[in-house]
């Protein structure tokens, strides 16, 4: 049966790939993907065929992958991240109901959560919420919705796409739905480029980051109730009980 | 500077390490970790020194870490799936206060949710929480509040620690919580021994989880109102426009 592996890379550099997912790249012959992160990958295997589609072209990209699949080609699809978080896997398995012949196989990757919690120390370690703050897919008055029950839980919560060009004062507005019920003091976190050149990271206040304008490969933690800033890194403890 | 790295080591096989992880545990001169998952290593790297402690004893595996590393021993601390997702980052930042020759590397791995929502298909592709139902360190009270917070958002679930010997009934009143908001029908997912010997996945309703006994390597997804099961996989549409 023909597979297309959807391949999670994690945040773009190869050492933050798993062995399964470089693997999948490397039998690949046909690689599809946003062109941004096809350009990541072109680097590190030069010699695949690559087809590559615009954002918000995403129907068309699984597409290409099915067609490419079904002459009996080895596919993979790439994601930033995990397949699965905001990734590709969905859709493709959406589609893949009228490519019967076709069998899809989702390859996990280290999401931008992980690896920005992991740049800025342990700000998810106990119960969190991820959230997007794109509605291009998503009514605003839902991702309200869930800012407001997200804080009303006490998670901590790491935010996706907190900004792009349209939607410059979406961070802001989102700041002020958790000011409802957190305090301005509310240990936050930024992560950017991560994986990437121009990493970096950045421990601020909720007031702090309602100010903040930041950029599309920015992502954003917020803490818990109970998260503190630890000698310059973010963390949210778990409760063991630490003599010191 | 001596430093330890707290590894994430993703769901157990060598292939679903990142191969920053796998490096970091094959520079390492000591293996620090809880011993289900050191045996695991053990197998792929058996000429490392290993220091286990049992469950339960996590303040004391980490003080063993930072003993060897002040001793100027490469260490890494092992963690299974993600260091910062109910891992051991959290604690290590924590304690490393008392230990300031020694830095703290948090090197991410594939946590459960997302492994595991690579095997049921994309139940995560959208939103979503992720609680624990142990109640060793967290009050029933506050997990259940998240729970019921997390149904009133139309967030996805991921649930971990869903059951043990003592908590062999809690799944049952987390579902029981969830069918106040939820319908029986509700899509949700089983993924368990993710990555070992007898891994597998299951799609039951909501209903059906609520009778259900499971152990503690299984990982509990529930779906949000937009779930469905699409040709045997659990698929959360994230809203793009299909034409079939």
Redesign the interface.
């Known amino acids: 049966m023909n597979q297309i592996d959807v391949v ?1 890379m ?1 945040p773009g550099s ?7 997912a ?2 999948a790249l490397e039998e690949s012959e046909v690689i599809v993907g946003y062109t941004v992160y096809t350009e990541l990958i072109k680097e590190l295997l030069p010699d695949k065929e690559y087809r590559t589609t615009p954002m918000r072209r ?2 068309e990209r699984c597409r290409i992958a099915f067609e490419e699949a079904k002459k009996g080609r080895r596919v993979a699809m790439v994601c930033s991240g ?6 590709m ?10 490519y ?1 012949e076709v069998s899809v196989k ?6 931008a959560a ?2 920005g ?3 800025l ?12 703050l794109s509605d291009l ?2 009514p605003w008055e ?1 991702i309200e ?2 800012l ?3 804080a ?4 901590a919560l790491c935010i996706y796409n907190p900004s792009s060009k349209k939607r410059a004062d979406y961070l802001k507005r989102a700041c002020k739905i958790l000011l409802e019920v957190m305090e301005t003091e509310r240990v936050c976190g930024l992560a950017y480029q991560i994986g990437r050149e121009g990493e970096g990271w950045e421990i601020l206040t909720l007031g702090e980051l309602k100010e903040r304008q930041v950029d599309m490969f920015t992502t954003v933690f917020v803490g818990n109730s109970q998260t503190r800033k ?2 310059g ?1 973010m ?8 003599e ?1």
């Not at 190869?14 to 399964?20: A, D, H, K, S, V």
């Open positions: 999670g994690g190869r050492e933050q790939m798993t062995q399964q470089w693997k995403e129907v995990d397949a699965g978080v905001y990734g896997a969905g859709l493709m398995l959406e589609l893949g109901e009228a019967p989702v390859v996990p990757g280290v999401t992980l690896a919690g992991a740049l120390g342990a700000p998810l370690v106990h119960d969190f919420a991820v959230i997007s897919l998503t839902k919705k869930r407001r029950y997200g009303l839980a006490d998670l630890l000698h890194q963390v949210t403890p778990r409760g063991y009980s630490v010191k």
